[in-house]
């Protein structure tokens, strides 16, 4: 049955004096929830910092993004290489604040993603629409497409090495991250269970592996009726991230649900389950 994963993505948050507070606090509560892995994805200045105070603790630490180049001439760049460096598991790529910002397109990501892969990162691929999307009836076509590079277009030798380092999806609809207003439990297993069912179209065995994060205004109060649905393996969390409670009841909340779903359901598979 699949873990849970809850990661923290501090965007722009942070200095050494509060990550070091926050950092500790983790490390100390989080060290034996069943059937959840948690992990930060800090600013790059303060992976090292992460590495020193969670190097012997149950927690992994990732980048917000690596860059589509794998060295040269590209000023401010940071390569998935560097990052791999500072004991990085994870890199989350193709976040919406950065295809918003006209950074990213589907073709960038997937450079950036192939670049994590081959570096031995874990890439966290983000996918979702906007609010027009979802009110114009495109919600499930703008994540196909987002999508179809990742499912069709890598190679055998990459599509192997995604499986191998267990790839995460994170379906975040830009209209729920950081307003406060989240995806309800039904639209997000909706769009959970075909984005699996998408990965299956490739690789029937990846699609119940893989791990499909929900983002988006989770918070410990919305975080049980979300965490309990099928398809959504864990959460993606911004704000909440950013306070030591508010994270860390995330991650109870998720074993919580990991131990009610093995109870009932101990061969978890692809649920498939359209709500
Ligand atoms: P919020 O949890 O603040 O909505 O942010 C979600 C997000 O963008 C995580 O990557």
């Not at 998935?80 to 890199?91: D, L, N, P, R, S």
């Amino acid at each position: 049955m699949r873990r849970k994963l809850v990661i923290g993505n501090w965007k722009l948050h942070g200095s050494l004096l509060e990550n070091q507070g926050l950092l500790n606090r983790l490390k100390q509560e989080l060290h034996d929830l069943e059937g959840v892995d948690a992990a930060v994805c800090l600013p790059y200045v303060y992976l090292y910092q992460a590495q020193a105070v969670l190097r012997d603790s149950a927690i992994a630490w990732g980048a917000q993004n690596v860059s589509q180049f794998t060295e040269g001439a590209y000023t401010s760049c940071i390569s998935a290489k560097m990052v791999a460096e500072f004991g990085c598991t994870y890199t989350i790529v193709g976040h919406s604040e950065r295809r918003a910002l006209k950074l990213e397109s589907n073709q960038v990501a997937t450079k950036r993603l192939l670049n994590a892969l081959h570096a031995g990162l874990t890439p966290i691929f983000c996918v979702g629409e906007t609010l027009d999307e979802r009110d114009g009836g495109m919600a499930e076509l703008i994540v196909r497409n987002q999508m179809l590079n990742v499912v069709y277009g890598l190679d055998n030798k990459s599509f192997a090495l995604a499986k191998k380092l267990n790839m995460v999806i994170a379906y975040e609809p830009v209209w729920a991250i950081g307003t406060g207003e989240h995806a309800t439990p039904e639209q997000a297993q909706r769009m959970h269970s075909f984005i699996r069912m998408m990965i299956a179209e490739r690789d029937r065995e990846f699609a119940e592996q893989i791990r499909i994060l929900y983002g988006g205004s989770m918070a410990p109060k919305n975080a049980e009726s979300l965490l309990n649905m099928p398809d959504i393996d864990g959460g993606l969390l911004g704000r909440a991230a950013l306070v030591a409670e508010d994270f860390i009841d995330t991650c109870r909340i998720a074993s919580h649900c990991w131990q009610q779903q093995a109870k009932f359901n101990p061969q978890a598979h692809t649920s498939a389950v359209i709500v």
